[in-house]
């Protein structure tokens, strides 16, 4: 059974970065694809960010130029560099894979 577990998020102020990991463990071989989403309060999870195995990423486009995702060698590690944070960047972000969710980790963008 796989499972993720994501680590990074903090506070950080306007302009700031942080990196988030995602580390997946058990039946790693299922993983074709990662993704980033994120949950502001009150609004609906998006997806921020994904990877496949090949390397191939998308974006949404409000982090466009400002975030990179990337994964390890072994494909059972995924990050996230956010730059640039914005407030409206605040949200429990959640990594996913093979329909399996990680706990997700809190990211505050304030000054």
């Known amino acids: 059974q796989l499972q993720l577990v994501e680590s990074g998020g903090g506070l950080v102020q306007p302009g700031g970065s942080l990196r988030l990991s995602c580390v997946a463990s058990g039946s790693i071989f299922s993983i074709y694809s990662m993704g980033w989403y994120r949950q502001a309060p009150g609004k609906q999870r998006e997806l921020v960010a994904g990877i496949t195995r090949d390397g191939n990423t998308n974006y949404v486009e409000s982090v466009k130029g400002r975030f990179t995702i990337s994964k390890n060698n072994a494909g059972n590690t995924a990050y996230l560099q956010m730059n640039s944070l914005k407030p409206e960047d605040t949200a429990v972000y959640y990594c996913?894979?093979?329909?399996?969710w990680g706990q997700g980790t809190q990211v505050t963008v304030s000054s």
């Open positions: 996913k894979s093979v329909n399996v």
